[in-house]
Structures are given as C-alpha cells and as structure tokens.
C-alpha cells in the first residue's frame, strides 16, 4: 500500500507550551481515519500540519509528489454573511489556477454536475446563508471533490448537525471512500460517526493509539485520552462509548 | 449662484474629477476592507501615511515615494507584528500607525510646517490639484480595475476562507500583500481630497452601503465604487456652496446616504450587513 503522507516524529508549538509532541503517523491510499480527542488535544493542528498549512516545529512531513489534497474546514469557522452563491464556493476550487473573473460554460457544468452528486441541484444561485446545516456541509464538500482529490480532509464534519444531516455525510464520506478517495478527519463524536471508521487514532498532545476501533476504543485507551473514566458497551455489535453508564436507567 | 458655477475654474475641475475618482477607488477597495474586517487598517495606514508625508517633506522626497514607501512599510510590519501572535491586528495598527501619526506631526512642528498646510492634509483640500494628480489618480484606478479583474477568484477565495485558499494552491500570502499595496496606494492618492482623517469613512461606507442593497459580491464590486464616485462628484459641489472642506462634506453626505440604505432596507440590509454594522 502507497503512503500519502508521513508525519514523522513530528512536534507542534504556537510559541507557547506544546501542542503536538512526536507524532508518528502514517497516512495510506485508501484510509479512512478519524482523529478524536477532547478539546484543544492538537487534532486540529494535526490536520493543519497534514494540509502543510503548519510547519512542524520538530520532525518532518513528508507527501507524496503531486498529492491532490482538498479540506473542509468546520462550518461553524465560516462566515455565513459573506456575499457569496454556492456555485461561487465550489468554483473557488478552481482558483489557484484560474486568472479570468468569470466561470466558463465547462466550469459551470462541472459545478451543476458535482452540485447534483451531492443532492442540491438547482441551488447554484442561492446564498449560502439560506442552506441548512447538511446543505451547507455539502457545498463545502462539492467544493472539495471539484478538485478530484487522492486525499479529502475533514475537520469535524459533524459538528453542530442534526442527526440526520450526520447519517448524510456519513454516508457521502463512505461513497466517497468506496469510489478510491482517501479521507481524514477530526471528530468529538466517537459513537455517531469515529466508531464507524475502519481506523481510528486518539490525541492528546501525543498519539496515545491507532488501531481499528476494536483495538482502539477501550476503557483503557479512552481514559488516556480524554483524561476521564470511560466505558465501552456493546449493542448489536456496535460499539457505544459512555462516560456515565451508571446514569442510564 | 448656479449649481454648475463651480465648473468654472480649474482648479474645481480637477478636484471634481479626483475626488469622483478617488471614492470609486475607494469604494472598490473598500469591498474588500469590509469583507475581510480590516476597516481599523485603512484607518491606521492613513495615519501613518500621514507620518511619511511629514518625513517626505522634511527630508526633500517626492511625496508620493516616501509616503507611500513609508505607508506600505507599516502595512508589512503591521501584518508581521500580527501573525506572531503576541498582539493582535488592531493592537500592532495602534501602536505603530499612531506612532507614525506622532511622528509626522513632531517633525511638522520641529520644521514648521504651516498650520494651513497640515490641516489640509488632515480635513482635505481641493486646491493645488494639478491635471497631473488626475492622470495618476486615474492611474491608480485602472491599476486597482486591472488587479481585481487578474486575481478576481483568488482575492475572493483569499477573503472568504484564506486556509482553505492556501490548501487549494493559492498564495494567501501574496494576496495579502497585493491588498495592502492597493489600499496603501489608494490612501496615498486620494487622501489629498478626502484628507487623513476621514480616508477611511470613504473606504468603508460605500462598501457597506452596498452590502446592505446585494448579496452578490460581483455586484458589490459594481454598487460601492458608483456609491463612493456619486458622493465624491455631490460631495464636491456641496463643499464649494456650503464652503467647508471637501473630506466633510463627501463624508457627511456618504454617511447621510447610509442612514437612507439602513432606513430603506430593514432587517434585511441590516442582516446582510451582519457582522459590518456593530
């Protein structure tokens, strides 16, 4: 199996205290891995250094040569009053190289296309304001796949949706996997979405495991973690993390 | 007295022209201000510029060298302060964009510089604009049209979600740069009509007029700069019949059509406008 990326020993400081210390991570063609710990563990700055929007302090990234890389970033750091339609996000993925004002007709079929894929067609002139929660999450992911990337990235993706809108992008994020994409995210939500991935890795300031989640979700694992005593259930051969069973009647 | 009087005489003329040309530049730099809440900055940088001016002066520069030289160097150490992360933005705007307005007015008094000449360049002026001021404020204009046009997606993508811009390949940083050049260039050559002190009402007010009026950032590019000329050509014509300077009464009458926009459009403009209006 071909490596995309290669986090080796790396470290991560802001200038202060350290946020990431000698992470040894390694990225297949083909994974989907979901990133958790509590707030503030470095999963974010993980997959910033993974982006190469971050320089580790320590350690070195390595990518493979001409790797297509594309991000979601969490919907809650967007800024919703932009004057922007949602053809104009997904056509965004095309600027790097781009230098006319105006989409032509190629690049406007590609967006009605990708648009469609991902059920909102006919919303290209809308404002991205007027979208629910899914909808939104899925412009930023058109937006994504219109860079046919090897390596989609994602940070929490289902932070702040409904239940619904989370079985969606589950859904579209396992197609998406099955059709050759290898994909990466961040996510506080262990049982709706990280206990489904084939492969986990849990943060907090170092790599504590990374395994499948039979390997990884364990009361052991879990409470180095988060920090917190945490149990494991089983329930119809899923697993189900809880940090209070005793409350549940 | 006629409203056309004014037209008259020369020096009217051109500083009709610049100052219709000025809040056009204004106005579409002004797009970008807002949307990517740098409002303090255009502040900031005409006071430093302010500083340069001063300095250009005393030392026998060509005004426009030295300001601008001196406006785009604060607008660089401003954004480097800034992404170390020890200060904000707008403490690194305070400390050095006042310290340069200090600066430009100490070496004024130290080489006296007269009263007149310094209020002028605080308040604005329309006297002494040559035709050759016009050409290079239209200069600047066709400069900032030709940027905007070139580097239309990647400014956009770059304002909207720079981390995401600097993933797809887009060089948030020398976007960046490209907008502080615009906007250090376009403070030094309209802050003769609209002076030091009021540059930054004419960068913002038309922006967010038009944001008010469109959802469309395409169109807001067309909205502002026409807002901002249409108060810079009334505004001038009032300040020669009212008699006062030309930077209040563009100002005043920019601020009088925004009070109409947020009047007329409701909860709708002022939803549009969230996050611009405090």
Known sequence: MTSLIELDGISHSYGGPTVLEHVHLTIDEGSFLGVIGPSGSGKTTLLRLVLGNLRPTEGEVRRRANLRIAYVPQVETVNWNFPITVSEVVLMAAAAKWYRPRATESERKRVAELLEQLGLGGFEHRHIRELSGGQQQRVFLARALHRDPELLVLDEPTSGVDVRTRHEVVHLLTDLHRNGTSVVLSTHDINGLAAHLPLIACVNRELIAVGSPAEVLTSSVLERTYGAPMEVLEHGGMLLVTDSPMGIE | MTLFEPFQFEFFRNGFMVATLAGAICGLVGVYVVLRSMSYIGHGLSHSIFGGAAASAVLGVNFYLGAGMWGLLSALMIGRVARR?????????????????????????????ARRSIEAVLFGSILGVTMLEVLAVACVGLLAVAIIC?????????TFDPEVADVTGVNVGRMEALLMLMLAVTILFTMKIVGVLLISALLVTPAVIARMVTDSFARMLVIAPLVGAACGAVGMVISYHADISSGASIILLAAFVFIVVYTVTGARGRGNAGGMIH
């Open chain 2, 150 to 158: 070139a580097f239309y997606r990647k400014l956009l993508f770059a």
């Open chain 2, 85 to 113: 992360g020890k200060i904000g933005a707008d403490a690194a705007i305070g400390v050095i964009t006042t310290a340069s307005f200090a600066l430009g007015l100490a070496l004024s008094n130290v080489f006296g510089q």
